[in-house]
């Protein structure tokens, strides 16, 4: 009897297959879930579009020496041109894990609540991103690509109404 030839569509992918993971890191980022009140006092959130066409947050890594507050307020400063803002409470962590070539990355990204201030229309995104918006509180937590981020914004969202 005849051995039947693989399936030309495995044999790719068995062929492609990543290399061992020979190395993790640990890695800690930080961010902010911006906001501001819209001229009907409704809560708009900033979201930014990454090289992937996925919408989030701004964060970045945190500097050796910093706090992770202030590299949520750098970050945001950094990667939108949003230069006046209030960054009023940290909402949390979130851990995730992803490959890099052949290396485990395991991150942990610290997300605070930021109120924008002064001409939040003035933006000026860093070249790398594909876009940056101000959404309605419903479309930003349907667009943002992270579950535990867009958990995090309804806390954040109602952190914001107390404080009415």
């Known amino acids: 009897m005849k051995r039947p030839r693989p399936i030309s569509g495995v044999k790719k992918l068995v062929s492609n297959r990543n290399a061992t993971i020979k190395d993790a890191?640990?890695?800690t980022t930080s961010g902010g879930i911006v906001y501001r009140l819209d001229s009907k006092s409704s809560i708009e959130i900033l979201l930014i579009q990454d090289a992937?066409?996925?919408?989030?947050?701004p964060k970045g890594h945190v500097e050796p020496g910093e706090e992770s507050r202030d590299t949520a307020k750098r970050e945001i400063?950094?990667?939108t041109?949003?230069?006046?803002?209030?960054v009023l409470s940290w909402l949390g962590k979130v851990n995730f894990r992803y490959r890099r070539v052949d290396t485990l990355v395991l991150m942990t990204m610290h997300i605070y609540?930021?109120?924008a201030k002064g001409d939040t229309d003035k933006?000026?995104?860093?070249?790398?991103?594909?876009g940056i918006k101000?959404?309605?509180v419903s479309q930003a937590i349907d667009k943002i690509e992270y579950e535990d981020i867009s958990k995090?914004?309804?806390i954040g969202l109602k952190k914001i109404r107390e404080s009415r």
């Open 25 to 27: 890191v640990h890695e």
């Open 52 to 57: 992937k066409n996925r919408w989030t947050i």
């Open 77 to 79: 400063q950094e990667e």
């Open 81 to 86: 041109g949003l230069q006046e803002m209030n």
């Open 113 to 115: 609540l930021v109120e």
């Open 123 to 130: 933006l000026n995104p860093e070249e790398w991103l594909k």
């Open 134 to 136: 101000w959404f309605p």
């Open 152 to 154: 995090l914004m309804l």
